[in-house]
């Protein structure tokens, strides 16, 4: 354990070895993580070799070799990973009975309970394709998913329900719909209690001891749909496949591995650890790179009802957490809260997050207060979370970095027109590839056809990487504001500003903030003769869209906004204004 209070300089000596000859040790030939060529949508890939082929083949494993310990954790709710994987097998059988089969959509819509990854991996075991929908968003927004999908059963909890229901007509595919935790919820046809059906978490263990439907699954094949902003505002669902969530797995233990040998220590034996994840599972972010490697490595994962610091401080010191954060507006309230002292947090080792800007300040307090390494990483919806990986002393050195790409991913910088491959150090747009590069856009050929070009995504970011291999984000090409690990696409705000009848000229911005990374912030202009305050335009949006999607500020300007000569709002000047 490093003492926390100590300021970080490089050690004498590091890195002991570099980057080229740590994967040349790593990935030989018999070691965990070897690498092979496998063809994936027809394009040569290099991937894990010792990856498992399919999600229903994990939850067997991690049964067979993890059943007595502990997997979820929610207030007084223990789940073993025996317990969970009884779940799985009764949820997946009764998911079959009510008719749905390989290629289905399974959507899945509630905040972060033991129920979540029941129900996400009885769907993935049974070869259909669970649709994680984000639970912030409003009933219309989990409708548009629902019907976009064309889901035939939702799994949800009470309070996404009761914001679903009303938009039934909407969803003219959807069959069956299981309700978690439904309390005084009335169950109207078509839903039904999801305990009618396993229980709750706490007589999972109770379940009898079924096997997995047997289902030939391909690693290729899709599991996942998660939805992610598009260039017209309305989200795009990402089809995602068994191999790009299981390369999550091995990349993560491949990083941690990496890390130990630049220090010149050898690789320790493994450990059972424990995580607080607080942000939602709806997000790549926690059930690609979050959960995943839990599961394949046999660890703990501890739930919070909201994000709450005092309480994480309390879970923190109760259940020994080893590593937590998310996004850094997690990270920054764990340091600065003033009761951090009255806990002890020295179980803690690693507080890691992506998903927002982050200052590099916070890299250096994340060591001298808690004695914790930090970690970074760069990832998105469309490569299923990580493909850069920054932890420890690389992140220390490099605070302002995202990492390098992880072994069987690669990096680079192209033109803006996407015809030429430019030279180490200069920005442009970022490309990537590898297995976790999704299989493109459901149901939107064009778009996948624009983004994705030869197993490599163009991801719309603008960066730079140096000569060893270090990826800088510089700025985000695609108009996304990023609060708090929440995305939000500026022409949705921006098209529900201009509904108001006093709006004729609306721009949205992200604006600093120390904890979130940003905020949206707006400037309108009103019609000639027209009135409006910020407090009515903020309700308005807010009766539109989801509460993280309204602007914390909105200026009012007399002049129609800036524009280049193509007619594009010139958002950097506006930044200025706040």
């Not at 994680?132 to 064309?150: H, I, M, Q, V």
């Not at 978490?201 to 439907?213: E, I, R």
């Not at 992880?406 to 803006?416: G, T, W």
Request: hydrophobic letters at 45%.
């Amino acid at each position: 354990m490093i003492e926390a209070g100590k300021k970080w300089t490089p050690p004498a000596g590091w890195p002991v070895i570099t980057r080229d000859q740590v994967k040349a040790a790593l990935c030989a030939p018999g070691m965990p993580f070897e690498m092979e060529t496998a063809e994936i949508e027809g394009v040569p890939t290099r991937v894990w070799k010792n990856a498992l082929p399919n999600l229903a083949v994990l939850a067997g494993h991690a049964n067979m070799a993890f059943g007595d310990r502990e997997f979820v954790v929610y207030e007084d709710e223990r789940v073993t990973y025996a317990a969970w994987h009884r779940a799985v097998a009764t949820l997946a059988q009764a998911l079959q009975d009510r008719g749905v089969k390989k290629g289905d959509r399974v959507a899945l819509a509630m905040r972060n309970l033991p129920e979540w990854p029941v129900a996400f991996f009885a769907g993935a075991v049974i070869g259909a394709i669970v649709v994680p929908l984000n639970a912030w968003w409003t009933g219309e927004e989990l409708a548009f998913g629902l019907a976009d999908s064309g889901a035939a059963i939702l799994i949800c909890d009470a309070e996404r329900w009761d914001r679903i229901a009303p938009h039934k007509a909407e969803m003219p595919a959807l069959q069956h719909v299981l309700v978690a935790r439904a309390n005084n919820t009335a169950m109207v046809a078509p839903a039904i209690t999801l305990e009618s059906v396993i229980g709750g978490p706490k007589s999972y263990a109770d379940l009898p001891d079924l096997a997995l439907p047997d289902v030939a699954i391909a690693p290729d094949d899709a599991v996942t749909i998660f939805y992610t902003s598009g260039t017209t505002g309305k989200p795009k669902g990402a089809l995602g496949s068994h191999r790009n969530l299981l390369t999550n797995g091995l990349s993560s233990a491949y990083s941690g591995a990496a890390t130990v040998l630049r220090r010149g220590d050898s690789l320790p034996e493994p450990s059972i650890r424990a995580s607080l994840l607080v942000i939602p599972m709806f997000h790549v972010t926690a059930c690609s790179a979050s959960m995943m490697p839990t599961i394949q490595a046999g660890h703990k994962i501890v739930l919070l009802h909201k994000w709450d610091t005092v309480k994480a401080f309390e879970i923190i010191e109760r259940e020994k957490i080893n590593a937590t954060g998310g996004v850094p507006f997690i990270a920054w309230q764990l340091i600065e809260h003033p009761d951090r002292a009255k806990y002890d947090l020295s179980s803690i080792d690693a507080i890691s997050y992506g998903g927002a800007p982050s200052a590099p300040e916070l890299v250096s307090k994340i060591y001298e207060i808690f004695g914790a390494f930090p970690g970074n990483g760069w990832g998105m919806t469309e490569t299923m979370a990580t493909v850069t990986s920054h932890v420890a002393e690389d992140y220390l050195n490099r605070p302002d970095s995202c990492g390098p790409a992880v072994a069987v991913s690669d990096l680079k910088i192209m033109s803006e027109d996407g015809t030429t491959e430019l030279p180490i150090g200069e920005v442009g747009e970022l490309w990537a590839r590898g297995p976790q590069i999704v299989k493109g856009y459901w149901n939107r050929p064009d778009a996948t056809a624009e983004t994705f070009i030869d197993g490599w995504v163009r991801t719309g970011d603008l960066a730079r990487v140096d000569d060893e291999g270090f990826c800088f984000i510089v700025d985000r090409a695609k108009d996304m504001i990023i609060r708090g690990g929440e995305n939000i696409y500026s022409s949705e705000v921006e098209n529900i500003l201009y509904e108001h009848p006093a709006v004729t000229d609306a721009a949205l911005v992200g604006i600093p903030h120390q904890t979130l990374g940003e905020e949206p912030a707006a400037v309108v202009h009103l019609a000639p003769g027209a009135s409006a305050t910020e407090d009515e335009l903020r309700s308005w949006v807010s009766e539109r869209l989801a509460k993280f999607k309204v602007p914390v500020k909105i200026i009012f300007t007399q002049d129609t906004l800036p524009r280049n000569a193509n007619g594009k709002i010139l958002k950097r000047d506006l930044k200025a204004l706040f």
